[in-house]
């Protein structure tokens, strides 16, 4: 249950246009709801201040529509890595959901309005990256972040990236996906002030060994104020970008 969804049943409480009865039945599957193969957390959005997001990969179809749509009865709703099939599972219980299919997400319910600032920026070094970034994107957005976005600009064609330094001086946070050898992020944190998340993704030839390459490259840069997260978590890098932009507001 969301923040703003619980302060307003505990006002009509306060107001008398609720019964205390009603308001426990309301609230009767906090802290969390037993499905039998999963039990939902519906107290994270009072501890973290977002949902519970749905990790699909692994989950059948069937799984994750009873998830979402119990998570959906009470707030904003983020499934990542979900296929097709499981999209049209959660349409069936869920008519409501959106399926991002380059962000490979579901999502249920519209974001909250993002403010004009503080803003941050996600960059692909390739197309090929483009999948994992956008995860990103629409995890940091869900989160009412405003986010920038500039795809194709890796180290092969360094001018492509420099002709966007207005844009990277003036955000608060700059998330960097990049394969191959992953050497993106080192250059973007050597230009701007602020954090830089580094996402090695799993794009590339034989000695890239999976993502662990680039991985490496990061973990080992030289330039200060990049943390890196694990090969192709587009996710974990937009949460700790929207955790960050929602600090600065």
Same mark, same amino acid.
């Given at each position: 249950?969301?923040?703003?969804?619980?302060?307003?049943?505990?006002?009509?409480?306060?107001?008398?246009?609720?019964?205390?009865?009603?308001?426990?039945?309301?609230?009767?599957?906090?802290?969390?709801?037993?499905?039998?193969?999963?039990?939902?957390?519906?107290?994270?959005?009072?501890?973290?201040?977002?949902?519970?997001?749905?990790?699909?990969?692994?989950?059948?179809?069937?799984?994750?529509?009873?998830?979402?749509?119990?998570?959906?009865?009470?707030?904003?709703?983020?499934?990542?890595?979900?296929?097709?099939?499981?999209?049209?599972?959660?349409?069936?219980?869920?008519?409501?959901?959106?399926?991002?299919?380059?962000?490979?997400?579901?999502?249920?319910?519209?974001?909250?309005?993002?403010?004009?600032?503080?803003?941050?920026?996600?960059?692909?070094?390739?197309?090929?990256?483009?999948?994992?970034?956008?995860?990103?994107?629409?995890?940091?957005?869900?989160?009412?972040?405003? !986010?920038?976005?500039?795809?194709?600009?890796?180290?092969?064609?360094?001018?492509?990236?420099?002709?966007?330094?207005?844009?990277?001086?003036?955000?608060?946070?700059?998330?960097? !996906?990049?394969?191959?050898?992953?050497?993106?992020?080192?250059?973007?944190?050597?230009?701007?002030?602020?954090?830089?998340?580094?996402?090695?993704?799993?794009?590339?030839? /034989?000695?890239?060994? /999976?993502?662990?390459?680039?991985?490496?490259?990061?973990?080992?840069?030289?330039?200060?104020?990049?943390? !890196?997260?694990?090969?192709?978590?587009?996710?974990?890098?937009?949460?700790?970008?929207?955790?960050?932009?929602?600090?600065?507001?």
């Amino acid at each position: 249950m969301e923040v703003e969804r619980l302060r307003a049943l505990l006002q009509q409480v306060a107001q008398g246009a609720l019964t205390v009865d009603d308001a426990l039945r309301a609230l009767r599957d906090l802290p969390y709801q037993n499905l039998g193969f999963a039990r939902i957390d519906h107290h994270r959005a009072l501890r973290k201040g977002f949902p519970e997001v749905v990790f699909c990969q692994g989950k059948t179809p069937e799984q994750v529509a009873a998830i979402v749509q119990s998570l959906a009865g009470r707030g904003r709703v983020l499934a990542t890595r979900a296929t097709e099939a499981h999209f049209h599972a959660v349409q069936v219980q869920t008519p409501s959901a959106v399926y991002h299919p380059l962000a490979r997400a579901i999502t249920v319910g519209e974001p909250p309005s993002a403010p004009e600032t503080p803003y941050g920026v996600v960059l692909a070094a390739g197309t090929a990256d483009i999948p994992v970034a956008e995860e990103a994107v629409l995890t940091a957005r869900m989160m009412g972040a405003r !986010v920038e976005t500039r795809y194709d600009v890796g180290v092969a064609g360094i001018h492509r990236l420099l002709e966007h330094l207005p844009l990277l001086h003036e955000a608060h946070a700059v998330v960097v !996906v990049a394969g191959m050898e992953g050497a993106l992020p080192s250059v973007v944190g050597g230009l701007v002030a602020c954090p830089v998340i580094a996402v090695p993704t799993s794009v590339g030839y /034989g000695a890239h060994f /999976g993502g662990l390459a680039p991985l490496l490259t990061m973990l080992n840069t030289c330039a200060p104020g990049v943390v !890196v997260v694990n090969i192709d978590n587009g996710f974990g890098a937009g949460y700790c970008l929207g955790l960050i932009l929602n600090a600065t507001c």
